[in-house]
């Protein structure tokens, strides 16, 4: 049997994650036709935790509409979250 190496478990574990991620969040909302409340408060959270990029490449959704939320609400995210 081959061993797997370290790399390949975290990259695994990652993808993991990002898929239980997306899962959740879809979950929200069933229907997929508008975005609800609570999909709009999971991305804005997670936008400020790991950026609007990051989020939009894990969520799936514009960049733009990510920052106009923001915008909307008053929040500014950092280009590099820590």
């Known amino acids: 049997m081959k061993k797997i190496e370290t790399r390949e478990l975290v990259r695994m574990w990652i993808e993991a994650e990002n ?4 899962s959740y969040f879809t979950s929200l909302n ?5 975005y609800t409340s609570e999909q709009i408060e ?3 959270e997670k936008a400020k935790s790991i950026g609007i990029r990051a989020t939009s490449r894990l969520l799936q959704i ?3 509409t990510i920052q106009r939320w ?3 609400k008053g929040i500014r995210v950092k280009r590099c979250p820590n």
């Open 19 to 22: 898929r239980r991620q997306l």
């Open 30 to 34: 069933p229907t997929g036709s508008h």
């Open 42 to 44: 999971f991305v804005i």
């Open 62 to 64: 514009p960049r733009r």
């Open 70 to 72: 923001l915008r909307a």
